[in-house]
C-alpha cells in the first residue's frame, strides 16, 4: 500500500466551519433539536460530523482541557489518545539527540505534537484517511506531515540518522481491545524489527500486556496519571548501558522516576503498624523493593501487592494507611465489629481475595453515623480485616 496526503477535514472547508461553529453553540449536540437545526442549514452528513466533534471536543475537555477547543477529534481516535502528561513526559525524556520523529499510527497526533514542541521535525503516519486529516489539523502549530498509508509502506529502508521511531500499535481485535502481542496492528515483528533500523524505538503499549512478553533488550516503562497506570513504554535507552525497568508517575504536575536495580524481592512477614498501597505502576513492575529501599518494609503476602512497615514511608510512590486493629476475616465478625462501632460508611478495598465490595456492604448491613476503612487482604497469620486510617500522602 502506498501513502498519500490527506484530504483536508470537511469541518475545515467550504461550509464546514460554518457547521461547526453552529454546531458548537448547541446546548445539547446530541439531541435531536440540534440535529434538525443544523441539518436546514448544510447536508446531512455535514451537519452529523460538526455535532459529533462539538460532541467530542466537551468530552475531551476533561483530558485536554481549553486546547481541546482548536483541536479535531474522532470518537476511536479520543479514547486511545495519550494523555498530554504522559506525551510530554515522553517527549522530555527521548527527543534529545534526536532531529526527526517518524510516528507509525499517529491516530488525532498528540504524540507527536509533544515531539514537535521538543524541537523535532515531525512525519506521522495513519492508516484512517479521516483520522489522518484530524492530526493533519492538530499539528499545523508544528509544521508536522501527515501521510495516509500503513507503518510499513512508510518506512524507508535505510533511515538518516537522528530519527525517532514512534509506534502506538492498535490493539483491537474482532473483540475488542486486546492484550495480545499477535493482535497488535501495525505487527510485533515489524515493530521489533525497527530496532536495526533508527537511532530510537520508542512504543507505547497497553499497561495489560504481560511483563513477561516484553523484550529485555529495550528500556520498559511503566507509566502512571493520576493513579491510574496507563502504558507501557518502550525505548532504546538513552545513555550507554544496559535496558532497565523504570516507573514514571505523574501527578499533581509532577514527575517521579523509579529505577530497577536488580534489588529482589522483599520478605514476607505480619503486618505491622502501617500498610502501603504501591502506585500501580510500582505493583506491575514489580519494583517493590526499589520504592521503599532504605526503609525496613516488607510484604504481607507473596502474591499480594501490600507492603508493611513499622513506621511511615517517606516516598510518592504509595498510598499508605495506618493500621488500627486487625481482626480475623469473616463477614460474620466484620459485621459485629461494624455493628459495635456503629459504621454507616466503610471504604472496603481488598487484594487476593474473591470478594465483591458493594455485595459485602449489603451483607453487613451497615447502620450508624460513624465512617472507617477496611483492608482485605491475606497474611502470614490468615486472612485478616485491617481497620486503618489514611496517612496524608507525601508531597
Given at each position: 500500500m502506498s501513502t498519500s496526503q490527506p484530504a483536508p477535514h470537511p469541518l475545515t472547508v467550504g461550509e464546514g466551519p460554518m457547521a461547526l461553529e453552529r454546531a458548537l453553540a448547541q446546548p445539547d449536540p446530541d439531541s435531536l433539536t440540534a440535529a434538525s437545526a443544523l441539518?436546514?442549514?448544510?447536508?446531512?452528513?455535514?451537519?452529523?460530523?460538526?455535532?459529533?466533534?462539538?460532541?467530542?471536543?466537551?468530552?475531551?475537555r476533561s483530558k485536554f482541557g481549553d486546547r481541546a477547543a482548536d483541536m479535531l477529534f474522532t470518537a476511536t481516535?479520543?479514547?486511545?489518545?495519550?494523555?498530554?502528561?504522559?506525551?510530554?513526559?515522553r517527549a522530555?525524556?527521548?527527543?534529545?539527540?534526536?532531529?526527526?520523529?517518524?510516528?507509525?499510527?499517529?491516530?488525532?497526533?498528540f504524540d507527536a505534537l509533544a515531539m514537535g514542541r521538543a524541537g523535532l521535525g515531525v512525519d506521522a503516519v495513519e492508516l484512517d484517511p479521516l483520522t489522518a486529516s484530524c492530526a493533519q489539523h492538530n499539528l499545523a502549530s508544528v509544521k508536522g506531515r501527515v501521510l495516509v498509508g500503513d507503518a510499513a509502506s512508510a518506512v524507508p529502508a535505510v533511515m538518516d540518522g537522528g530519527v525517532l521511531v514512534f509506534v502506538d500499535p492498535a490493539r483491537r481485535s474482532s473483540?475488542?481491545?486486546?492484550?495480545?502481542?499477535?493482535?497488535?496492528?501495525p505487527g510485533w515483528d515489524f515493530v521489533l524489527s525497527l530496532r536495526q533500523r533508527c537511532d530510537r524505538l520508542v512504543v507505547k503499549l497497553g499497561p495489560g500486556i504481560?511483563?513477561?512478553?516484553?523484550?529485555?533488550?529495550?528500556?520498559?516503562?511503566?507509566?502512571?496519571?493520576?493513579?491510574?497506570?496507563v502504558e507501557v513504554c518502550l525505548a532504546?535507552?538513552?545513555?550507554?548501558?544496559?535496558a532497565v525497568d523504570r516507573v514514571v508517575v505523574l501527578r499533581g504536575g509532577r514527575r517521579y522516576e523509579l529505577v530497577g536495580r536488580g534489588l529482589g524481592r522483599l520478605p514476607v512477614e505480619d503486618v505491622g503498624e502501617y500498610l502501603h498501597e504501591?502506585?500501580?505502576?510500582?505493583?506491575?513492575?514489580?519494583?517493590?523493593?526499589?520504592?521503599?529501599?532504605?526503609?525496613?518494609?516488607?510484604?504481607?503476602?507473596?502474591?499480594?501487592?501490600?507492603?508493611?512497615?513499622?513506621?511511615?514511608l517517606d516516598t510518592p510512590l504509595v498510598t499508605s494507611f495506618r493500621v488500627l486493629e486487625?481482626?480475623?476475616?469473616?463477614?460474620?465478625?466484620l459485621r459485629a465489629w461494624c455493628r459495635e462501632h456503629r459504621i454507616g460508611t466503610l471504604e472496603i478495598k481488598k487484594r487476593g481475595l474473591d470478594v465483591d465490595p458493594a455485595e459485602l456492604r449489603r451483607q453487613l448491613k451497615l447502620k450508624g453515623s460513624a465512617s472507617a476503612t477496611v483492608v482485605l487482604t491475606p497474611t502470614p497469620r490468615g486472612t485478616r480485616a485491617l481497620v486503618c486510617e489514611r496517612v496524608p500522602r507525601s508531597p
Open positions: 441539518r436546514r442549514l448544510v447536508a446531512p452528513e455535514l451537519a452529523a460530523l460538526a455535532l459529533e466533534q462539538a460532541s467530542l471536543r466537551r468530552r475531551a481516535g479520543l479514547e486511545q489518545a495519550t494523555r498530554p502528561e504522559v506525551s510530554a513526559w522530555d525524556t527521548f527527543a534529545e539527540g534526536c532531529s526527526r520523529v517518524l510516528d507509525l499510527g499517529c491516530g488525532l497526533g473483540t475488542g481491545r486486546s492484550w495480545r502481542l499477535e493482535d497488535l496492528s504481560s511483563r513477561s512478553l516484553l523484550p529485555d533488550d529495550l528500556g520498559r516503562h511503566w507509566v502512571s496519571h493520576e493513579g491510574t497506570l532504546t535507552d538513552v545513555g550507554e548501558g544496559p504501591p502506585d500501580p505502576a510500582v505493583i506491575r513492575s514489580q519494583l517493590y523493593a526499589e520504592a521503599c529501599s532504605g526503609t525496613n518494609a516488607w510484604l504481607v503476602d507473596h502474591d499480594v501487592a501490600y507492603l508493611s512497615s513499622d513506621g511511615p486487625s481482626i480475623p476475616w469473616s463477614v460474620r465478625t
